[in-house]
Nanobody, 120 residues
């Protein structure tokens, strides 16, 4: 089970930190990803971090603004979002998989999502 938290309403230029706690005894074996779905748009990849935390990858639109990191002691993955833009408004989902990359189909488990709204 994956449970996201930390979403909310923020002004453009502000920051939010999303958290996703994963209920599993093998958290450290999973690659973790963040995806988002904006109103009227398809779900899109945002960021991913590998099982050890040693490798991360971001979609171009968030590079330099978002940071994904994980704490394997707390079974939690985070998405630090800075310099937020109105176009970042979306429902954000975390996902877990083994050998996962940027494709949603690589991920086996998904959270329920948390709403992020950025006002201009």
């Amino acid at each position: 089970q994956l449970v996201e938290s930390g979403g909310g309403l923020v002004q453009a230029g502000g920051s939010l930190r999303l958290s996703c706690r994963v209920s599993t005894q093998t958290f450290s074996s999973y690659d973790l990803g963040w995806f988002r779905r904006a109103p009227g748009k398809e779900r899109e990849f945002v960021a991913t971090i590998n099982w050890s935390g040693g490798s991360t990858y971001y979609t171009d639109s968030v590079k330099g603004r978002f940071t994904v990191f994980r704490d394997n002691r707390k079974d939690t993955v985070y998405l630090q979002m800075d310099s937020l833009l109105p176009e970042d408004t979306a429902i954000y989902y975390c996902a877990a998989g083994v050998g996962a990359t940027t494709r949603a189909s690589d991920y086996d488990y998904w959270g329920q999502g948390t709403q992020v709204t950025v006002s201009s």
